[in-house]
């Protein structure tokens, strides 16, 4: 079992930054491949980003691309997501969630959500205009 707790979020005027932080426990990090996602009030919980085991590779969603920066420290057990230029429309929960390498090699960059195995209660973001 790996237990998620995600932190960071807060409410922040257009064009501003936050940084969110995800803080594992149970397990090491370094297994699992790791990923953001968030869902504003009535849609689809969305991808965002996601990161290799080793962090050497990342992919984005295009509405993020180029603003948002995925990251993580395994020695500390923590995934971050470094947002900048923030957007009204980038308001929602997010959630890390962690997705098993096994068997997936080391380029295993996970962008669905049925891949996760383990995902945290979420951090609330508001943008506003």
């Known amino acids: 079992q790996v237990q998620l707790v995600e932190s960071g979020g807060g409410l922040v005027q257009a064009g501003g930054s936050l940084r969110l932080s995800c803080a594992a426990s149970?397990?090491?990090?370094?297994?699992?491949?790791m990923g953001w996602f968030r869902q504003a009030p009535g849609k689809e919980r969305e991808f965002v980003a996601t990161i290799t085991w080793s962090g050497g590779l990342t992919n984005y969603a295009d509405s993020v691309k180029g603003r948002f920066i995925i990251s993580r420290d395994n020695a500390e057990n923590t995934v971050y997501l470094q947002m900048n230029n923030l957007k009204p429309e980038d308001t929602a929960v997010y959630y890390c969630?962690?997705?098993?390498?096994?068997?997936?090699?080391?380029?295993?960059?996970?962008?669905?959500?049925?891949?996760?195995?383990?995902w945290g209660q979420g951090t609330q973001v508001t943008v506003s205009s």
């Open positions: 149970g397990r090491t990090l370094s297994n699992y491949a």
């Open positions: 969630a962690a997705a098993p390498r096994y068997y997936k090699g080391s380029y295993y960059l996970p962008a669905e959500k049925d891949e996760y195995d383990y």
